[in-house]
Each structure stands twice: as structure tokens, then as C-alpha cells.
């Protein structure tokens, strides 16, 4: 009855749920994947656990839930302590990150500890504590995270281009929520989307780092928590992404310079146009950065950078976003100068030369995306969990090294003529 | 995953030779290569013994403007900055108080050009004017960013009130003014002194095995800098520090430490910062959270040749709110820890140890860093869990720690005290 009212309702507000891609999965037996990425070189032994319960599985009057689920699992009682002051007792550590299409935790314990700190997870999967003060403590802080987010002009304007591009499902929610939404949160919320999307089917793990006594059972003893049937529907809308050839989306925020964000259509990981795409958001973005304001010694963050770009890849369908940060220099400038590198990079083929330069930092871009255990078990299980492959970021690198100046042409003309503008204007400030 | 590992120290005594004569990569001080045929990145990294604002009359961000401009410079091909660059990798260059680091992470195939490639300009360096001006609009970004950080600016007073005389009472960023007042020769001077092989300490990590980069640094040694160890004098009382941040409120403490050579002793520091402070679930960050939750603490014990330093930094309030919470928990660790507590954080702190460890970068820096103050074996990258470092962690009690504590923590500390600058203070101060 309840499953009832909530289809009308949502059927109402222009949302439908999705069923299953195949719906005869439902049916199967499910079981987590399990991925070894373990290295005799690593200092610490790690694991990256998926879990279907992204973003897309929220309702949007409910904007928060999955933050709210994953920071309760967090503060969940093992043996009368929270879990993640447990395992840093134990000699480790687990943090979460709620995405479109997934929520991940990453665990990560020297060697020797690390089977425990496995346990310690297992056992709050599998008792979590969802009750009233639990789930205030949670909303209370995913709240606190959810306002800081809203003071990042980058993340708001991320999310502008996002809400656009995956317009179709609750994937494009803020990852934190907003501060209503999550006032209404209940304790039953919470245990639904935990019983739904907490479960082994699309569940992936990934071991990672040093091989530590008892890993292998460890990660069995994970994957026995995990139900072994599929999650629940994702959150769909009628709302269908628009296609004009470019629009402009204008909000406003507490902070103390102008963000604009650029957002383009882009092949997920997997797709024959990947690799073209993925050298040309490294091309743009060092054109730019390089044009506008040339650091010497190049080590800022993302959000410090005046100019960049990213490739949003984490979900289906994916977008690459070239941004300009008004604190550094003249925003409108910045969006000027990508015009014109795309209108070079879309009128005439590079020379074997620049192509050289483009795909090596293409290559280097990709290999800094993997530098710690963290990113490279979320990179393996992001790439297996989209269909690309666990191995994808080694045939990436292969594709990368055969891109022709053809391909970046004909991608450049393709992908990164239309686009989306979200501006992001400090409160009073005028477009 | 097949991945072989080799650690190399490699003992050859190297004769020093004149600053005239030395052709790059001839010699050396000390070269540390730790190999990993798995690793897909590498860094390239050049340690030089110099203080950071250089050796003759103090001049704050010397050293730093002097390594930005060789990287500029385009000398006998483009500059290194730019070669970094084109083979996908990135380039960082620190100054400390002691040393400068220059740090080149790189797909790991390019790993000997670069190592090549940065030896050569270092050790033989082609400053050009224009390279000197492109450096000087470069730190003058970083030193406006440094101005408005209220990290750097506790940091920056806490040292320069901790001590008396030496390379740690000056900033390694200067102000803008007195970036300006740097000149070309200077720098030329600067970088022939500092820069030489025989001052050099050459660090890889992740690169491929064999002797390709060994062959980029010329060969193997392990000599020490030719520069001696630089020594700070710490003040007997030092004086408080109070200013302005239009970043906003922050408050910090400094303690002198012990030296690296009493490495029980500095590893007993270690630990306590680690419990004061790591993550969120040291008790000063844990009292914080419960009383002054606006309020935000890092901090670190940073090993040095003599004195170390024991750093305590507080942001978002400087109520004296905080201060009661932090001398509460410097009190509280003069007394030795219930056993139980003590090995919970004990496995906490070698946790956060090896953690910090996992990039080749991290790896470079830590191996670096121990062999410019004067001690390589100690790093905790070395040997792993059977090296110096860790059998030392393993070794310490909570009585021997509550002892260091008391030694080093009931001496008077240096305070700085930053109070937010109000709209109009800050306008004001831009107009200046």
C-alpha cells in the first residue's frame, strides 16, 4: 500500500521510479564484486566499497538521505563505540563519499590491523543504528556540510551544469542535501534506503594497497553483510535535459567572487570517444590555465586554480567542465579564451607536435588521479561499476597514446560546441 | 601484481671537488633512489642545504625567488618548468627555514630526463633576467596568498618569536615589499653557493629499476651537504605576538623540541602531536569540537637538525576559550597515559605514519627531508616497520613520553594571537 501512494505520488510531482534495466537480475541470486589491486610497495592496506546507494536513489523531496545513511553507519555503535572512532582506535580509518550513481566507503589500516577494522564495518553494516538521536546526530552534521557546500562556488556551479545534463533521475542532487529537505528526514527514511540500496547486488569491492593477513577473508566477511538481492528503483523524472545549442543557468551565493562553469556532453569511460574527449579536457584546460594566468609552479588545488577544467566521468552520462574563478582574473575573459582554443582545435587538425604535448599530459593528468590507494580502488571500481572494466585505466592510457589529430578534431566539433553556463554571482551582484 | 621494490642508500665517498670544476652529476652529496617497477609516477627531488633567506644579511624569500628563477630560466633549452610540464608531470618548489626542495613528479618513463634535466640546471645554473622576472611575479602570487592565510601568518610570527637568531625566525615567502627589494645579483650569488653538487641530496622514488636515473645524478654517493647544519637559537622568554587576519581569528603555540639526533626523544614528539592533534580525534581537536566548535586545530612536530619544533595552530576562534582547552591538554599529557589509551593512540599514530606514505611524492619528501637535517636512516620510510623510525615508535612507554612532554612542553612557549580584521580594517589595509 505505502509502495502504492508513494508511486502516485511521485507520478504526481512528474518523478517515476525506474525498474531494473533487466528485470529478471532482480530475481537472481546477487553477489558483491570483488577486485585485488594489492601491491607489495604500499605502506597500508585499504579497501573501496560500492554500494548502489547513490544520489539517483533519493527521493528529491528527501534531498540528503544518502549522506544522512552513510554518516549514520559512521556513528553506528560496535561494541559500544562509533564505528569510525572504533577504527581509528584500531589503527585506521573509514570515510564515505556519496556520488550520482553510488555511495562509496573507503577503509584503510595499517597492515596488520586492517582484517579488524574490516570486522568493525561489517558489524555496523549489519546492525545499523538508525534510531532518533542516531539519525539527529546525522542530519545535524550532514546539515553543517551541506551549508558549507552551498559557500563553494565551484561545487554550486558543478552542480548547476550537472543538474542539466542528469536531469533524468535524483542523480544531480547535491551530494550533501539541502538543510529542508534533510529537516524532514525520518528514521524510517533512513532504514528504508539503507534496507533498499545497501544490499550486493552492483555492490563492488576493492582491495587495495599492502596484502594483509586476513584480507581475502576480510573482504568475504563485507560481502556477507551486503543482502544478496538487488537495490531498489532509481528515482527517474520526466523532466528530459534540454538541448539548445547553449544556455545560460544564473544563481546566487555567499561568496566573494563571481564562478562561471562551463559544462559539455561528454562520453562516458568505456565509450570509442573516451579517450579523445579526455585528452581534449586536458588540452583546454592547460590552454587556458596557461593563457590566463601562468603559474610558475603549478600546485594549487582544484578550487584555488583561477582557470580548469574537469571530467565529471563518476556517473552515466558524463559531462567535462571548464571553469573560471572571478577571484583570479576576468571570469568573462576566461570563457572567451575556451571559445577560442575550441574554435583552433575544432577548424584544423594538431600537428603531430602539439598532439605529443596534449596526449603526455593527458597521460600524466590520468596518473595523478591515481596517486594514493583511495583513488585508485575508487577509479577500478568506478570504471567495473560503469561497464568500462577494472583494467580500464590501463587501456585508457594505451587508447590515449593512439589518439589521432583526426579524432580530437572531429571530438571537439562534436562535443564542445554546445554547452551549458552556470554562473555563480556573489549575493547582490549583478549577471 | 608483480611489483619489486629496491631501497637503495648507497655509501661511496665522493671527494669534493671546486665549485669551478664541477660538471653536473659529477658528484653528488648523497643520491636515494628507491626503485618500484610497478609505480607508473615518479619524483625527482633536489634537496639543498641553504637557509631560506640566504647566508650573508637575512633576506626573506631569497632562496625561494633564487629556485623559481633557475626553473624559469630558459637556458641552454626551455626551462625546467616548462619541460615538467610537457612530459605531464608538475613541478613544486619549497623553501624551508634550512633547505630548499625542488620536487618533479613524472610518468615514471620520464623520470631520468627529468632527474637529468633538473640536476644539470641546478648545479650549473643559467639564470636569465627574464627567467628572474617571471619568478618574481610568481612568488609574488604565492606570497599574497601566504599574507592572506591565517596558517602562514601564525607560523611566521610563532617562529619568528620562538627564536632569537638563525634561519628559523624568517618566513621562507616574503612580503611584497620586500620582494622588491631583491636584487638580480643576489640571486646569482644565492644560487652559486646553494646550488652546488657537493650541497645537493638527490631523491627518486618510484622510478624503474636500474641505473638510468643513477646515471643522471652522475653516479653514487653518499656524502653530506657541504653546507653545515643550520642552527636556530631559541629565545629564553619568548615574546607574545598579537595582529590582524582578514582571514579571520586563529590562535598558536610554538615549543622548541629536541634535536634530531636524540631521535627517542623526537619520536616521543612526534607521538604526542599525533595525540594532541591527528585527525579528529586528537584531544585538543576533540575538546574543540565539544566547546569552541567553530574553531579548527592542526599541528605537527617538525624534526629539525636543532632545535625541532612543536607547532599548534588554531582557527575560526582565539577566544580564550581556546587557549583553556589547549593548556588543558598540554597539561594533561605530562602525566603518563592509562595503558590501554596509550596503545590505542600508539596504533593510531603509526597508522597516520604510514598512511602519509603512500604517494611517491610523500615518500620522496620523507626520505628527503630526514637526510637534509642530518639523520636518513630515521626516516620512517626507510626500513619500514623493521626501520629505525618504527622499532623507536614500538619502543616508547607512556611514562617516557609524559617525561618528554614534561621536558620540552613546560618551557615557555612562543604565542601568536591573530584577531579578525574588521571590513573597514581591511580596506584600509588595501589601500596602503
Not at chain 1, 38 to 57: K, N, Y
Not at chain 1, 62 to 77: D, N
Not at chain 2, 347 to 358: A, G, K
Request: proline share 7%.
Amino acid at each position: 500500500m505505502k509502495a502504492w501512494l508513494l508511486a502516485v505520488a511521485l507520478a504526481a510531482a512528474g518523478l517515476l521510479p525506474a525498474p531494473p534495466a533487466d528485470a529478471a537480475a532482480a530475481l537472481a541470486v546477487a553477489a558483491p564484486r570483488i577486485i585485488d589491486l594489492t601491491s607489495e610497495s604500499a605502506p597500508v592496506t585499504a579497501m573501496q566499497v560500492f554500494v548502489p546507494a547513490g544520489l539517483d536513489r533519493q527521493p528529491r523531496n528527501r534531498s540528503g538521505l544518502a549522506a544522512v545513511v552513510a554518516q549514520a553507519l559512521l556513528e553506528t555503535p560496535v561494541h559500544g563505540t562509533p564505528l569510525e572512532l572504533a577504527a581509528a582506535l584500531s589503527g585506521g580509518s573509514i570515510t564515505y563519499t556519496v556520488e550520482g550513481q553510488e555511495t562509496h566507503f573507503y577503509l584503510e589500516a595499517a597492515p596488520s590491523n586492517f582484517a579488524a577494522v574490516a570486522v568493525l564495518f561489517a558489524s555496523a553494516l549489519t546492525h545499523p543504528d538508525f534510531g532518533a538521536p542516531a539519525l539527529e546526530r546525522a542530519a545535524a552534521y550532514v546539515t553543517q556540510r551541506a551549508l558549507a557546500a552551498s559557500r563553494d562556488g565551484l561545487g554550486v556551479g558543478a552542480q548547476m551544469v550537472r543538474s542539466v545534463y542528469l536531469a533524468k533521475t535524483s542523480a544531480a542532487l547535491p551530494a550533501w542535501g539541502s538543510a529542508p529537505a534533510i529537516a524532514q528526514i525520518t528514521p524510517v527514511d533512513a532504514a528504508d534506503f539503507f534496507r533498499e540500496n545497501y544490499v550486493a547486488g552492483g555492490a563492488i569491492i576493492v582491495g587495495a594497497g599492502a596484502a594483509a593477513p586476513g584480507l581475502q577473508e576480510a573482504e568475504r566477511t563485507v560481502a556477507a553483510a551486503l543482502p544478496d538481492r538487488h537495490a531498489g528503483w532509481v528515482v527517474v523524472s520526466s523532466q528530459l535535459p534540454v538541448k539548445a545549442s547553449s544556455r545560460e543557468i544564473v544563481t546566487h551565493r555567499d561568496i566573494a567572487a563571481t564562478w562561471i562553469v562551463l559544462g559539455y556532453d561528454a562520453p562516458a569511460p568505456g565509450a570509442p570517444d573516451f579517450a579523445p574527449v579526455f585528452v581534449l579536457e586536458s588540452l583546454i584546460g592547460h590552454a587556458v590555465g596557461r593563457g590566463l594566468a601562468p603559474p610558475l609552479v603549478p600546485t594549487p588545488t582544484a578550487a584555488e586554480m583561477p582557470v580548469g577544467s574537469l571530467y565529471f566521468y563518476d556517473t552515466v552520462p558524463s559531462a567535462v567542465i571548464v571553469y573560471a574563478n572571478g577571484a583570479g582574473g576576468d571570469p568573462a575573459l576566461a570563457v572567451r579564451t575556451v571559445a577560442s582554443v575550441v574554435d583552433t582545435l575544432a577548424a584544423g587538425p594538431l600537428t603531430q607536435v602539439e598532439l605529443g604535448l596534449a596526449k603526455a599530459q593527458a597521460r600524466g593528468n590520468l596518473l595523478f588521479e591515481s596517486a594514493t590507494l583511495a583513488d585508485r580502488s575508487w577509479l577500478a571500481g568506478n570504471f567495473a561499476r560503469e561497464g568500462a572494466g577494472a583494467d580500464y585505466e590501463e587501456r585508457l592510457l594505451a587508447a590515449i597514446s593512439r589518439v589521432t589529430p583526426a579524432q580530437l578534431q572531429a571530438a571537439a566539433k562534436r562535443y564542445f560546441t554546445r554547452y551549458t553556463t552556470a554562473v555563480v554571482l556573489p549575493r547582490g551582484a549583478r549577471p | 601484481m608483480i611489483c619489486r621494490l629496491c631501497s637503495a642508500v648507497l655509501a661511496l665517498a665522493v671527494a669534493a671537488a671546486p665549485l669551478a670544476g664541477a660538471a653536473a652529476g659529477e658528484h653528488p652529496a648523497r643520491t636515494i633512489v628507491r626503485s618500484a617497477s610497478s609505480a607508473r609516477l615518479s619524483a625527482v627531488e633536489l634537496w639543498f642545504r641553504a637557509p631560506s633567506a640566504g647566508f650573508a644579511e637575512p633576506l626573506a624569500g631569497l632562496a625561494q625567488l633564487t629556485a623559481e628563477s633557475v626553473a624559469a630560466s630558459a637556458g641552454r633549452r626551455e626551462p625546467l618548468a616548462v619541460l615538467v610540464q610537457d612530459v605531464g608531470g608538475r613541478l613544486q618548489i619549497t623553501t624551508f627555514p634550512d633547505a630548499v626542495q625542488i620536487t618533479a613528479v613524472v610518468p615514471a618513463a620520464a623520470a631520468a630526463e627529468i632527474a637529468r634535466a633538473a640536476f644539470y640546471d641546478y648545479v650549473r645554473p643559467t639564470l636569465t633576467p627574464d627567467g628572474f622576472k617571471r619568478a618574481r611575479e610568481s612568488v609574488a602570487v604565492e606570497a599574497a596568498a601566504a599574507g592572506a592565510d591565517p596558517d602562514a601568518q601564525l607560523r611566521a610570527r610563532l617562529f619568528g618569536a620562538l627564536f632569537e637568531r638563525g634561519p628559523d625566525r624568517y618566513a621562507a615567502l616574503p612580503a611584497v615589499q620586500q620582494l622588491d627589494a631583491i636584487t638580480y645579483p643576489e640571486v646569482v650569488a644565492f644560487a652559486k653557493r646553494a646550488f652546488r653538487a657537493e650541497n645537493t641530496i638527490a631523491v627518486v622514488t618510484g622510478a624503474p629499476a636500474g641505473d638510468a636515473v643513477m646515471r643522471a645524478f652522475g653516479g653514487q654517493a653518499a656524502g653530506v651537504p657541504a653546507e653545515a647544519a643550520l642552527i636556530s637559537v631559541p629565545a629564553s622568554a619568548p615574546p607574545n605576538s598579537e595582529g590582524e587576519s582578514a582571514a579571520g581569528p586563529a590562535f598558536g603555540m610554538a615549543f622548541a623540541g629536541p634535536p634530531i639526533e636524540d631521535q627517542r626523544a623526537a619520536t616521543a614528539m612526534d607521538f604526542l602531536a599525533d595525540y594532541l592533534l591527528g585527525g579528529r580525534y586528537g584531544s585538543i581537536s576533540r575538546a574543540l569540537r565539544a566547546q569552541v566548535p567553530d574553531a579548527d586545530a592542526v599541528g605537527q612536530f617538525i624534526t629539525l637538525h636543532d632545535p625541532g619544533i612543536l607547532l599548534l595552530e588554531v582557527t575560526g576562534d582565539a577566544s580564550p576559550a581556546v587557549r583553556d582547552v589547549v593548556e588543558h591538554a598540554l597539561a594533561a599529557v605530562q602525566r603518563p597515559l592509562e595503558t590501554q589509551a596509550f596503545e590505542a593512540a600508539r596504533r593510531e599514530y603509526i597508522y597516520h605514519v604510514l598512511r602519509d606514505l603512500q604517494s611517491v611524492q610523500a615518500q620522496a619528501d620523507n626520505l628527503g627531508w630526514y637526510a637534509v637535517e642530518g639523520s636518513p636512516e630515521y626516516a620512517p620510510l626507510n626500513g619500514g616497520e623493521q626501520g629505525e623510525y618504527l622499532t623507536l615508535a614500538r619502543s616508547l612507554t607512556p611514562e617516557y613520553v609524559a617525561e618528554i612532554a614534561r621536558k620540552y612542553l613546560r618551557a615557555v612557549p612562543a604565542v601568536a594571537t591573530l584577531s579578525a580584521q574588521t571590513p573597514a580594517q581591511a580596506s584600509g589595509a588595501g589601500a596602503r
